[in-house]
């Protein structure tokens, strides 16, 4: 590989590795092309990438990014998964690497923290980030919607009243009348 494919090569590798919420290093061991080509699909559809990379060129490419204390994980034969929905990547990464033996998840990063084997574990353990975004709301609207029902209370016994027909609000009037 010349020089300006290498260069080429890390500046593409450090441009994913920016935007990229997690970082999940892996060591794939003998993995065959076509297995390969359906962990990439499988990582596109949790919105995540998966690349095999020169353990040097991404350790040049992780500088100045958050996932710069990871450097020591790429040794033997590595590839890196990255993507912005944590929780995703994670488990589409564990879920292959249960099915295919040849996958080996190594460890990884998240928000400037290195995560070991165990951490992807739990990341993955979580709900997806739509169902923890959908239970915050509804904690949060839940007082609201309490307030509103306590306010709309007296002003619901008002419409009654209204609504009333006019023989119910007779009887009503001298009932009231007769308690003076």
Known sequence: MKRSQKEDKVAGMQESFQDAELMIITHNNGLTVEQSLDLRRKMRAAGARYQVTKNRLARIAIRGTSFENLDGMFTGPTA????????????????????????????????GKTLDKAGIEALAKLPPIEDLRAKILGVLQAPASRMVGVMEAPAGKLARVINAPPVKLVGVFKAYSQKQ
């Open 80 to 111: 890196v998964a990255t993507g912005n929905d944590p929780v995703a990547t994670a488990k589409a990464a564990l879920d292959y690497a249960k099915k295919n033996d040849k996958l080996t998840v190594v460890g990884g990063g998240l928000g």
